[in-house]
């Protein structure tokens, strides 16, 4: 069976993340995006952690059901994002990982090695280790040999494997000998797989996607689609271990213009620019002369040794899309979380559909028979790659638009002082 699969996102006890993001709920808006096998998040959290426990029971195969619930179809792997700060190299480096585990004993096992090295597991659900990465490997394959860690947003500026102003230039150089056991990094949402193309240090190792859902309605807005028996850890384990690209099918990704760290700029003077401008302007703000943040794009470009548009052999496909909300919206001209849009989405969620469904795989002339033409034209573009993108700079959004007026607005419009 195909298996859709976000295994980075927060529960309510990370930091700015929303009370909503409870077990029950995750369950339910996993039926309704079509997820069928979603990370707990946050499992080293103590309140959290009895939570898993309380609300799951096994399900065989590494994963967990909602307990007493057979009907509910969503899967959970224990999952959770570390964030570790230290000195390599003279440098601070800032690296968040997603770890997963195949039991909540190698989870116990796990936070008893991360409590012995004093570390505060209950501050936040996504703790900050003072562990290097290498050594956290090692605790990690320590906890269980089937555990795995996976950089995470490998590209973001300030916490990421190749931050630009956090992390390395190739990846042994922040795993060291454990960089054997690094079979995968998330690509984030400001990238996609063809910037990721571009180096060959990737080639060896998947490229992953998942939503780093804050909230209920950002669950799935990046995943990984595998073929599978059933949704399994022991399945997924495998995959990413024997690097079996006959059953990893695609990944499902942002346009990556819309992540918040594309493009260089500064965000509190409303300027962006191409990484090209950025080396124009020696990396200074025009407006006020403060160095730019340097984005994924600009890195991605510093660190690739192959032009873009080169396709690897054995490089796993995607499809980009537009949250579903965001295109309805803007297909009858109202705001992304109004009533109206809500109202819609209720309706093409009848007769079983699922978000993904309705975004990927629905037959057009179906969707036709209950929503206007104007969604239908919007799902059409957004299907066909046809969106006009402002990219997103030093931490704000991007805005994507898929029809007409607001596009050519977009389009017009050039980074500020231009
Ligand atoms: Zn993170
Ligand atoms: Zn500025």
């Given at each position: 069976m195909r298996v859709i699969t976000d295994i980075h996102l927060h529960s309510k006890y990370s930091r700015a993340c929303s009370q909503d993001l409870t077990i029950r709920n995750l369950a339910t808006a996993c039926t309704r995006k079509g997820i069928q096998l979603v990370g707990t998040s946050d499992f080293t959290h103590p309140a959290w952690r009895k939570e898993i426990e309380t609300e799951l029971e096994e399900a065989g195969g590494g994963v967990y059901k909602l307990r007493g619930d057979d009907a509910s179809p969503t899967r959970f792997l224990l999952s959770t994002e570390l964030?570790?700060?230290?000195?390599?190299?003279?440098?601070?480096?800032r690296v968040h990982h997603l770890v997963l585990l195949p039991s909540l004993a190698a989870v116990d096992r796990l936070i008893a090695q991360l409590d012995a090295r004093?570390?505060?597991?209950?501050?936040?659900?996504?703790?900050?280790?003072?562990?290097?990465s290498e050594e956290l490997v090692k605790m990690v394959l320590e906890a269980d040999p089937n555990g795995l860690l996976i950089p995470a947003h490998a590209w973001t500026p300030w916490f990421a494997v190749f931050g630009s102003m956090s992390g390395f230039d190739v990846l042994s150089e922040c795993f060291g000998e454990m960089t054997k056991h690094i079979h995968a990094i998330e690509t984030g949402l400001s990238s996609n797989p063809p910037m990721n193309w571009r180096l060959s240090q990737l080639d060896s190792i998947f490229l992953v996607s998942n939503s780093d859902a804050h909230s209920l309605d950002k669950l799935g807005r990046e995943a990984?689609?595998?073929?599978?028996?059933?949704?399994?850890?022991?399945?997924?384990?495998h995959i990413l271990v024997t690097h079996d690209t006959s059953r990893f099918l695609e990944t499902i990704e942002f346009f990556p213009e819309e992540g918040k760290y594309h493009a260089d700029g500064h965000r509190a003077c409303q300027f962006w620019c191409e990484p090209e401008e950025t080396k124009r302007r020696g990396g200074a703000c025009p407006v006020c002369g403060k160095p730019l943040t340097i984005g994924v794009l600009h890195r991605v470009e510093a660190l690739a040794d192959r032009p873009s548009g080169v396709r690897?052999?054995?490089?796993?496909?995607y499809r980009s899309?537009?949250?579903l909300p965001e295109l309805i919206g803007e297909a009858i001209g109202v705001g992304p979380a109004s009533k109206k849009v809500r109202a819609i989405v209720e309706t093409l969620l009848q007769d079983g559909?699922?978000?993904?469904?309705?975004?990927?795989?629905?037959p057009l002339t179906e969707l036709a028979r209950v929503v206007s033409e104007d969604i239908v034209l919007a799902i059409r573009r957004m299907r066909e790659g046809a969106v006009t993108v402002r990219p997103g700079y030093d931490g704000e959004y991007g805005v994507v638009s898929v029809i007409g007026?607001?596009?050519?607005?977009?389009?017009?419009?050039?980074?500020a002082l231009l």
């Open positions: 964030s570790s700060i230290y000195k390599r190299g003279g440098k601070t480096r004093g570390c505060n597991l209950k501050a936040d659900g996504r703790p900050i280790l003072g562990i290097d990984n689609v595998f073929e599978m028996s059933t949704p399994s850890y022991a399945e997924l384990h690897p052999s054995g490089a796993v496909p899309i537009v949250p559909r699922s978000e993904f469904g309705v975004l990927l795989d629905e007026d607001k596009a050519a607005r977009l389009k017009a419009a050039q980074p």
